[in-house]
């Protein structure tokens, strides 16, 4: 049965729901989208840069909302023979009709997660998990040949280090050479049709050498609090009565780029209704 709770927007303001989501992607995000094979692509200036997503399950209740996992995935790709550039920040706007909760959920600063194994971000934080994916890119170093890398992603629930609620993406890989990063998404407030922004800046010593060419993130999570069942993403198809989908702008995301304009995209999807999930008062 589909969990009956009202539409909100996540926030700082909101201690028990934060409207989501991903980011990440790296968030950020697909949240009440039906799946389809192909994304969105923007060419700028040198760049190339995809970006889709898709959730479950498919259908999804007219009134309240029902747990969701949602995946988010991108490419960044130069149109020279050059390395793209590399990723300097990552702001992510979603859709305020979706549902993100914390509450309950246990949070680690960013400083536990820094200089460490997948396996022992895991040992000192598993707790906190809420997603998991893969990142590729290159390594560029000078006076070498830019050298191949890709590693493991785990997404945790977090604080940044002035006290504001984040998702915590933590990449770690052992070839060529270990590299650990942890790229923060710090959630604020949007306005509008877009109710939460999420933001991200990726380290300096990070983006001298990381330059990421691709990720795929899976957001997903439930867990108890008192007995009671909880979901750290939520969502729900509010189309008009009589209206088996609505369609409207799901996420509006931009990158910025060392040496680059900022590319800009948005995506609109469209949700659909499943069977028996009307209000029947008005039925």
Same mark, same amino acid.
């Given at each position: 049965?589909?969990?009956?709770? =009202?539409?909100?927007?996540?926030?700082?303001?909101?201690?028990?729901?934060?409207?989501?989501? @991903?980011?990440?992607?790296? %968030?950020?995000?697909?949240?009440?989208?039906?799946?389809?094979?192909?994304?969105?692509?923007?060419?700028?200036?040198?760049?190339?840069?995809?970006?889709g997503g898709s959730v479950s399950p498919h259908l999804l209740p007219r009134v309240g909302t029902t747990p969701i996992a949602v995946t988010i995935r991108g490419h960044v790709r130069a149109l020279t023979a050059a390395p793209p550039p590399s990723l300097r920040r990552i702001a992510i706007?979603?859709?305020?009709?979706?549902?993100?909760?914390?509450?309950?959920?246990?949070?680690?600063?960013?400083?536990?997660?820094?200089?460490?194994? $997948?396996?022992?971000? @895991?040992?000192?934080?598993?707790?906190?998990?809420?997603?998991?994916?893969?990142?590729?890119?290159?390594?560029?170093? =000078?006076?070498?040949? =830019?050298?191949?890398?890709?590693?493991?992603?785990?997404?945790?629930?977090? $604080?940044?280090?002035?006290?504001?609620?984040?998702?915590?993406?933590?990449?770690?890989?052992?070839?060529?050479?270990?590299?650990?990063?942890?790229?923060?998404?710090?959630?604020?407030?949007?306005?509008?049709?877009?109710?939460? /922004?999420?933001?991200?800046?990726?380290?300096?010593? $990070?983006?001298?050498?990381?330059?990421?060419?691709?990720? $795929?993130?899976?957001?997903?999570?439930?867990?108890?609090?008192?007995?009671?069942?909880?979901?750290?993403?939520?969502?729900?198809?509010?189309?008009?009565?009589?209206?088996?989908?609505?369609?409207?702008?799901?996420? /509006?995301?931009?990158?910025?780029?060392?040496?680059?304009?900022?590319?800009?995209?948005?995506?609109?999807?469209? %949700?659909?209704?499943?069977?028996?999930?009307?209000?029947?008062?008005?039925?």
């Amino acid at each position: 049965m589909p969990r009956r709770r =009202p539409f909100v927007t996540f926030g700082t303001t909101c201690p028990k729901r934060l409207v989501f989501v @991903l980011l990440a992607a790296l %968030c950020c995000c697909a949240a009440l989208v039906v799946p389809r094979a192909g994304g969105e692509t923007v060419r700028q200036g040198t760049l190339q840069v995809s970006f889709g997503g898709s959730v479950s399950p498919h259908l999804l209740p007219r009134v309240g909302t029902t747990p969701i996992a949602v995946t988010i995935r991108g490419h960044v790709r130069a149109l020279t023979a050059a390395p793209p550039p590399s990723l300097r920040r990552i702001a992510i706007e979603v859709n305020r009709l979706g549902v993100l909760e914390r509450a309950g959920l246990p949070a680690y600063p960013l400083g536990r997660l820094r200089a460490s194994s $997948t396996e022992a971000a @895991l040992d000192a934080c598993r707790a906190a998990v809420v997603g998991e994916g893969r990142v590729s890119g290159v390594l560029v170093l =000078p006076e070498q040949t =830019p050298t191949p890398f890709g590693g493991r992603v785990v997404a945790f629930n977090g $604080t940044l280090p002035d006290g504001r609620p984040g998702i915590l993406a933590h990449l770690y890989t052992s070839r060529p050479a270990p590299l650990t990063f942890v790229l923060a998404f710090a959630i604020g407030r949007a306005h509008g049709t877009f109710g939460t /922004r999420l933001v991200a800046t990726v380290p300096l010593k $990070t983006r001298q050498t990381a330059h990421i060419t691709s990720f $795929t993130l899976r957001l997903h999570r439930t867990y108890e609090v008192d007995g009671s069942p909880r979901s750290y993403l939520s969502a729900g198809c509010p189309a008009p009565e009589g209206f088996p989908s609505v369609t409207f702008p799901l996420v /509006r995301t931009s990158y910025g780029f060392e040496g680059e304009k900022t590319v800009s995209d948005t995506l609109v999807r469209t %949700c659909q209704v499943a069977v028996g999930t009307e209000n029947p008062n008005n039925r």
